[in-house]
C-alpha cells in the first residue's frame, strides 16, 4: 500500500505540504494517541539530519501525547479528506474518537500512528523541544494576530521514513 522514499525525492513542495494541504500531526501508540491537523511547519536540513519541525499549543490534547512519546508521524491527505481535517482540527480528542467520527483508518508505523488514507507519511523522532517566548519576537505584530498568551511548543524531529501511496 505504501513505498518507502527518501525525503530528498518527496516531489511535493514542503511549503504547499503545510499551507496547502494541511497535515494530521500524530502522536502516541495503538491503544492510545490523538491526532490534529497542522497548518503550520517546516522541513529541512539541520544538525547534518532531514528534520521536521511543527508547533503545538499546551491546551492542544495532542501536545500531552508529544510530551511523553519520542515520535510523531505527519500524514497528508487528498483533498477529498479536507472534511476530516476540518474536524480533526476543530475538536478536541478529549470528546471525539477522531479516527470513528471522521472514518479514517489509523494504523502502527515507525514512530506511532498513522492513517490508511493519507497520500504522504512522514515518520519522525523528536530531537528538540523548546517553548516559544513572547520577548523573542522580533515582529511584536505576529503577538497580537496569532496569539493570546497561548504560545507555541516547537518540536523538531529527525525524518525517519517517509512513505508514499502506490
Known amino acids: 500500500m505504501f513505498k518507502k522514499i527518501l525525503i530528498k525525492d518527496l516531489k511535493e513542495n514542503a511549503v504547499s505540504l503545510f499551507d ?3 497535515a494530521l500531526l500524530t502522536s502516541g501508540d495503538k491503544d492510545s494517541y490523538n491526532t490534529m491537523t497542522v497548518s503550520w511547519g517546516m522541513m529541512g536540513e539541520l544538525w547534518n539530519k532531514d528534520v521536521c519541525t511543527v508547533f503545538v499549543r499546551p491546551q492542544r490534547y495532542t501536545y500531552e501525547f508529544m510530551e511523553k512519546n519520542d515520535g510523531f508521524t ?58 516559544m517566548k513572547e520577548d523573542c519576537f522580533l515582529d511584536k505584530s ?15 524531529g529527525e525524518i525517519t521514513e517517509v512513505l508514499i501511496k502506490e
Open 20 to 22: 496547502d494541504r494541511w
Open 74 to 131: 505527519l500524514s497528508i491527505f487528498p483533498e477529498e479528506y479536507r472534511k476530516a481535517l476540518s474536524f480533526c482540527g476543530s475538536k478536541s480528542g478529549r470528546d471525539y474518537d477522531k479516527a470513528k467520527e471522521t472514518g479514517l483508518v489509523p494504523f502502527k508505523c515507525e514512530q506511532g500512528i498513522a492513517f490508511e488514507q493519507a497520500e504522504i507519511i512522514i515518520n519522525c523522532k523528536k530531537l528538540y523541544v523548546q517553548d
Open 142 to 156: 505576529i503577538i497580537d494576530k496569532c496569539y493570546n498568551g497561548d504560545f507555541h511548543r516547537i518540536y523538531v
